[in-house]
């Protein structure tokens, strides 16, 4: 099914930095369910703020089996839902809460030897998976190797030393700080493809042994390492990144081609299939995606990033066709079967039909 979203209710909110902090949602009973997830995925959080519908994705830091479901947000510089989010929230108070999705995933017994390479922020799906992995499997090893500017920046900080007391044997950390020297020279400077290359010819990491490479970060350190991995031998199927902003330089949204430009004009209907019931709209204007032009025709889709990296309005094309202004997240197999991702398919033929109830 598609996934939706449901109002939950704000149970606790603890401060992790001097910019970040985790809000934790009570998942009542009836919708158990509905939000049971993979470690690595990510809840879409929707508020009204200043009089503007906005929605973002915060990736779980809960383990599986709790009773609650914990996101962890960083406040960024003029980032209004995380601003929202920091400072106005309240335990008690009431969120709209998007069913769980993402495929960066590590299901518990995939990985023996897992290696998470997070930085900043991107520490928050490795909190539930470091976790989930560490609780649920007795042979998995986990290390971490985390990238801050200095140790008051570390996000979970407590929470990481507390699993490494418990999990002293299978659980390691290594802390690289960029703005506050450490005694060992390697755990200096950022996490990029040489700062990897360095710690795996030191031994403190073993990309061959590792069954299973998490990546979270910004985009260029993700490319960065994904290099890195792959010109030392390792397995493509071994490396899971989570991308939610772009490297830079990566391409620009494309312009309408003369197919979008002739159906446009035209007029493309539009058909949705979603949750078993069908809506239609018309298109005329060839710079709109299908998810731009259902929301003008109060057309609720599902989506969080709007960008192609999130994968929330993947759908497919069941009739017609239509063509992506950018693709960062479905795999080439899903293209060939014809899926799509609505915020940012434009029409190419005279009628579309895009369900999004085909999984
Ligand atoms: S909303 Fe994220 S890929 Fe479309």
Redesign the pocket.
């Given at each position: 099914m598609a996934p939706k979203f449901h109002e939950l209710a704000i149970c606790k909110i603890e401060a992790l930095t001097d910019d970040a902090k985790t809000i934790s949602f009570q998942i009542p009973k009836g919708l158990k369910s509905d939000y049971a997830f993979t470690p690595g995925q990510y809840l879409t959080l929707r508020a009204d703020v200043d009089g503007k519908d906005v929605r973002r994705s915060y990736s779980i830091s809960s383990p599986l089996g709790g009773r609650e479901l914990t996101v962890g947000i960083r406040k960024v510089d003029d980032g209004v839902f995380s601003s929202f989010a920091t400072n106005s929230l309240q335990v008690g108070q009431s969120l709209q809460v998007m069913t769980p999705e993402g495929r960066f995933t590590a299901k518990v017994g995939a990985s023996k030897q897992a290696l998470l390479i997070a930085a900043g922020s991107g520490i928050t799906p490795m909190m539930s998976i470091a976790q989930s992995l560490l609780e649920g499997d007795d042979e998995a090893n986990v290390t971490l190797v985390y990238g801050n500017r200095e140790t008051k920046s570390i996000m979970f900080r407590e929470q990481l030393e507390f699993l490494k007391d418990r999990f002293m044997d299978r659980f390691t950390i290594i802390h690289i700080l960029s703005r506050e020297d450490q005694d060992i020279p390697i755990l200096n400077g950022r996490i990029d493809g040489n700062k990897i290359k360095a710690l795996n010819n030191a031994s403190a990491i073993d990309l061959a042994a590792a069954d299973g490479i998490y990546i979270c970060g910004p985009g260029e350190m993700i490319e960065a390492i994904r290099a890195t991995c792959e010109e030392m031998g390792v397995a493509k199927s071994n490396v899971h990144f989570e991308l939610f902003t772009p490297a830079d330089g990566q391409e620009p949204r494309k312009a309408p081609t003369k197919e979008m430009l002739e159906a446009a004009e035209q007029g493309v209907s539009v058909e949705i299939i979603l949750d078993g019931s069908r809506r239609s709209f018309k298109l005329t204007d060839a710079n709109e995606t299908v998810l731009e032009a259902a929301n003008r025709h109060g057309l609720e889709l599902p989506?969080?990033?709007?960008?192609?990296?999130?994968?929330?309005?993947r759908c497919k094309v069941a009739n017609g066709s239509a063509e992506m202004a950018v693709n960062y997240?479905l795999e080439p197999w899903e293209i060939e079967a014809g899926f799509t991702?609505?915020?940012?398919a434009r029409p190419t033929s005279d009628n579309l039909t895009l369900d999004f109830d085909e999984l």
């Open positions: 989506f969080s990033c709007k960008g192609g990296m999130c994968c929330t309005c997240s991702l609505a915020c940012q």
